[in-house]
C-alpha cells in the first residue's frame, strides 16, 4: 500500500468512527454489511464493514478498489 493509499484509508476510517452509519447498509446476500466509498485522486476505494450498536464494536471486513470488491465481499461472508 502507497503512503498515499494508507493516508486516505486512515482518513476514511476516522470518518467511520467519527459516525458509523456514514456507510450505506447492504440488503441480500450482503446483509448487516455497510460500505463506505471515498476517493483517492479519480479512484473509488471501498471499506466494508460492519457496526454493533449495543457493543460500540466495528468490524472491518474489506477495503479495495471497486473492482471485484462486491464479488470478493460475498466469498468472504
Partial sequence: MHKSEKVA???AVKEIIADP???EMKIG???GIQVFKYRLNSQL???AYSYHEQKLVLTFIEYGSHENFYRDLKLKK
Fill in 29 to 31: 446476500d450482503l446483509s
Fill in 9 to 11: 484509508l486512515d482518513r
Fill in 45 to 47: 476505494y471501498l471499506l
Fill in 21 to 23: 452509519s456514514l456507510g
